[in-house]
Structures are given as C-alpha cells and as structure tokens.
C-alpha cells in the first residue's frame, strides 16, 4: 500500500491489452506525464517484453497479467492492485480484437459476433464494475474505453459487422457507465484513436501510434473531470 506522501498524488493507471499497439503507446506516454503505470497482457511474455522495452527508454511500468475475458484473471488485478496499491485512478479498456471471419453484415457467422462481443464490450463491462471500488477510492476516477468510429451509427457501413456492433455496443456501456457513476464523479468517456498503423490497423492507416493515443492520454491526465459520458477524437467531442 503507498505511503510515501511523493506518490500521494502520482496517477495509477491501468492499462489492459497494453504489450503492444496502441495500448503499449498509451503506456509510454503515461510513464513518460509521470503516471505509475500498471501494464496488463494477456501472456506474461509479451508483458514482460514490455516493460523490458520501456525500461530501455528508461521508462518504469509494473506489469500484471490480464486475459481480459476471464473474471478470475480481472479478480487477480483486483487483489494485486488492492493490496499493494490501495486505489486506481483511471481504468484505460484498451484490449480489441477485429476476427479474420468478420465480413459484412449479411453474411457474418454469429460465432466471430460473440467472440467479438465478449473481448471488445462485454470485458469493458465486467471491469469497470469490478475494479469501481477501487477507483471510488481516488479523487477524480476516470474510465476510458477505447472505441471507434466503426461503431458511431451516424457513419455506420455493412463491412466488419461484429467489429462495427462491438464499438457501437461499447458505446452504449459507456453512456450507461457515465450515468450510472455520475453521483460518484468517476468520469466514463469513448475515444476514438482514428486510423492507426498497428497490427489491427495495417500499415496502410493514416496516424503513427503517437497520435492514437494522444486522445486517450489526454482524458486519463488532463481533460476536465466534468467531461464525462462522450464521444473523443483529437481531444474533441465527436458524434455517436
Ligand atoms: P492491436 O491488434 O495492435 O493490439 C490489440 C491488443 O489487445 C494486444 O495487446 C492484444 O494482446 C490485446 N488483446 C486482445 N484480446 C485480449 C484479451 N482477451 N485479453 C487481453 N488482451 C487482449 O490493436 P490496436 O492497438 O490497433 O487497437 C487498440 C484498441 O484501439 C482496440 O480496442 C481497437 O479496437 C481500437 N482501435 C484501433 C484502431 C486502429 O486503427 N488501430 C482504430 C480504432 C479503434 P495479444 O498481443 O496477446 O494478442
């Protein structure tokens, strides 16, 4: 448990699907404004491959592991952050996943839709939840859930129709979280990191992983704690 009044006021900051891509950025960048970081994977390899990567740019994050899917792994984060750090700050859903059996929407398997579901919307779902009480414990506690413009229904296409549902659905989890902690003033928002050079993102998209997670950075350090139950892209409000 911290009690060193120098990390009174340093952020804890969870991070989950963080051992590359857009979540190992946000990471980065997190160590870097000063936050203590905790970097969560799903293999312990990839996590500690990691962390070793940021030490290297002298960087410090702790790592745990996460299989974001798996309510007995969310509860080991709960116990290893309750134990040795007492509280959380800011809980970052970063963890996606796009199938290679996503097709468009008349013909995708309902299989690829409920995988897609269970890591993309429901794992948001059941850790905000679960680790609230330990975000109750800080003065400004903030959930941010990476979504995408695939799932905004004001720019809905047919094609990736599990991904794209997947998003919208996150969404939704994210107004309900935001009314649902609104007496708490634990901030809920969505964030959009735009098109991203990332295994996910291809090397053919448009920003570097710099600015992907600028927006994420930014409500986890600096955006306003009023600002709650919105739809980010470049630090602004976009439409659902
Ligand atoms: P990547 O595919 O590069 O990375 C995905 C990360 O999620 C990996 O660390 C992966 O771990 C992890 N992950 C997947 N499933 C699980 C699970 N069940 N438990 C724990 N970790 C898991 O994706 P990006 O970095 O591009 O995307 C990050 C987020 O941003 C996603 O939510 C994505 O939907 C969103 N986004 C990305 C865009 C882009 O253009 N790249 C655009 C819009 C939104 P492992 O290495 O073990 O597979």
């Not at 936050?35 to 790592?63: C, H, M, P, W, Y």
């Not at 040795?84 to 963890?95: E, F, H, R, W, Y």
């Amino acid at each position: 448990m911290i009690s060193d009044s120098r990390f009174m006021n340093q952020k804890i900051v969870v991070v989950t699907g963080a051992n590359r891509g857009i979540g190992f950025e946000i990471v980065r960048q997190l160590a870097r404004a000063g936050a203590r970081v905790i970097l969560t994977a799903r293999q312990v390899k990839t996590g500690k491959e990691a962390v070793s990567k940021l030490r290297a740019e002298d960087l410090n994050a702790d790592f745990h592991p996460l299989e974001v899917t798996k309510d007995k792994s969310i509860g080991g984060l709960h116990g290893f952050i309750n134990e040795s750090l007492g509280k959380l700050d800011v809980l970052i859903n970063n963890a996606g996943i796009i199938e290679s059996t996503d097709t468009d929407v008349l013909d995708v398997p309902p299989a690829t839709v409920r995988t897609t579901l269970e890591t993309n919307t429901l794992a948001p779902l059941r850790l905000s939840p679960f680790l609230a009480p330990l975000l109750r414990k800080s003065k400004g506690g903030r959930i941010i859930n990476l979504s995408s413009g695939m799932g905004a229904l004001s720019g809905m296409g047919s094609d990736h129709a599990a991904y794209r549902m997947s998003k919208t659905a996150l969404n939704a989890v994210t107004k309900m979280l935001a009314a649902a902690f609104q007496p708490e003033k634990i901030a809920v928002n969505s964030v959009c990191p735009g098109w991203v050079r990332t295994d996910m993102g291809g090397p053919n998209a448009e920003r570097d992983v710099a600015q992907g997670a600028d927006s994420a950075v930014w409500l986890a350090l600096e955006a306003p704690q009023s600002l709650t139950g919105k739809f980010i892209r470049d630090r602004k409000e976009i439409p659902w």
